[in-house]
């Protein structure tokens, strides 16, 4: 009985701390019943024509004193959180160009000393779904996908049933809309323990996307659908499904033609579908988080090869479940310069800037409109996205008025103060230099 008791105050603490790895700009809030209605997105200027069909070139061997200073505030990040190691890429004007540089510092993996390197492919997680928001939104100005219909529309009636608030059942009325910007009324499975009790059972095996959409449904709604808001990576999934449904085709072929491909992003991969050619970063959990890694049934067998010091390396394990329970929600893997190119080009050249407006329109006061955050940094509008999964903390943002982007990834989590503190510190470097 005291096995059991421990094992289930670890997952309690687990899905605790899970809670911060979703999106650092937008909190997950219980929902609100309220007549749904969205709120106008802040005006900005988009970034010029000639500017928006620019490709960035390699401004590393000209800006290696901003790179300096970049890779000054990794390692202050590091010394103050404890993360080993950090990446990050900028994307910005420099003159008549627009330029990108990358930078890393401190270590990707402890046991090794190899030291962090931007060319290293992290694991964004949460980025991943203004990605797919893009391709639905692709897919809507083709007149293939309507944001009004139904899922059903597309994935056909018998896609889920039994999704019942006060005696209705909702699947059949479920939005695409809803399912972009979390007012779908799922739940997420970050924060649940049966969840994390049967992915410890099954490490070597897969989540299919349909396993990450029963769960959902078998949750039920935790508001009226369209009615509330609640930040959830399952809506993410279901939109992986309808883009399979409406193409023919894998999503991650998807991805690589309509997003990766423009903008040259040869090493971004949306798992588990393809994987990048090493895993030689080490992704750590700590703390709280740590202490529950350590009694995790399913662990023992990996956990002395595993724990390092005040770490657990969550790489040594299997990691099967680990890297397929996102997919379109949380999938992605790459270098640091492809997710820039990648995020940029949702706003300046992958869609029209009518569904731009539309995709960052937030929904009532949430800050989040069709799988984007909308805030503000540095005095600037901001449009942003923040990723977590066990091992690696991510981030991205882009200022539409500067056409200026910043990503960053660290390969431990939990972090305090969070990994969007480091993409702060970094975009006033950029600021600074716009400045001068």
């Known amino acids: 009985m005291r096995g059991h008791i421990t094992t289930v105050a670890a997952l309690a603490a687990l899905s605790i701390t899970v809670a911060a790895c979703g999106e650092p700009t937008v909190e997950s809030e219980p929902a609100v019943a309220a007549t749904p209605e969205t709120t106008t997105a802040p005006t900005t200027e988009a970034p010029p024509v000639e500017a928006a069909s620019m490709t960035p ?35 910005m004007p420099s003159g008549d ?35 797919t928001s893009t391709l639905v939104l692709q897919l809507v100005e083709e007149g293939l996908i309507d944001l009004d219909e139904p899922v059903a529309t597309y994935l056909g009636g018998d896609w889920a049933s039994d999704y019942t608030f006060d005696g209705v059942d909702y699947a059949p009325l479920v939005t695409i809309r809803q399912i972009l910007n979390h007012t779908d009324g799922f739940a997420e499975y970050a924060f649940d323990l049966g969840f994390y009790g049967q992915a410890v059972q099954r490490m070597e095996t897969p989540f299919e996307p349909e396993e990450i959409v029963a769960w959902g449904i078998g949750r039920g709604p935790q508001y009226v659908p369209g009615d509330g808001y609640l930040y959830n990576t399952v809506g993410h999934v279901i939109a992986g ?66 724990t390092v010091g005040e770490f657990f390396d969550v790489t ?11 997919w379109t929600g949380g999938g992605l893997e790459a270098q640091a310069d492809d997710v820039a190119r990648v995020f940029r080009s949702m ?90």
């Open 241 to 306: 499904l309808v883009i399979e449904a409406v193409t023919g085709r894998g999503a991650h072929e998807v991805m690589r033609e309509r997003l990766f491909d423009p903008v040259d992003a040869d090493d971004a991969y949306l798992t588990p579908a393809e994987f990048p050619p090493n895993d030689d970063v080490a992704g750590y959990v700590t703390g709280a988080l740590k202490s529950v890694f350590d009694v995790l049934p399913g662990l023992a067998d990996y956990r002395a090869d595993a």
């Open 347 to 436: 706003f300046t050249s992958a869609l029209a800037p009518e569904t731009v407006n539309d995709f960052t329109t937030p929904f009532r006061d949430t800050g989040y409109g069709l799988g984007i955050s909308v805030g503000e940094s540095a005095g600037h509008t901001s449009y942003s996205h923040g990723g977590g999964v066990p091992g690696f903390r991510s981030d991205a943002v882009y200022l539409p008025d500067l056409d200026v982007t910043v990503v960053v990834s660290a390969n431990l989590i939990p972090i305090e103060p969070d990994i969007s503190s480091l993409s702060s510190a970094i975009l006033d470097l950029v600021l600074e230099r716009l400045d001068g």
């Open 97 to 131: 160009d627009l330029i990108q540089i990358t930078a890393g510092a401190g270590l990707s993996d402890i046991t090794s000393g190899d030291a962090a390197d931007p060319s290293d492919h992290y694991r964004w997680a949460s980025i991943t779904k203004p990605m």
């Open 57 to 91: 070139v390699d401004g590393n061997a000209s800006n290696a004193d901003l790179i300096t200073a970049i890779e000054a505030a990794i390692d202050e990040f590091s010394a103050t959180t404890g993360t080993p190691g950090a990446i990050a890429a900028v994307i």
């Open 316 to 326: 040594v394990p299997p990691e099967a479940v680990v890297r397929s329970a996102g």
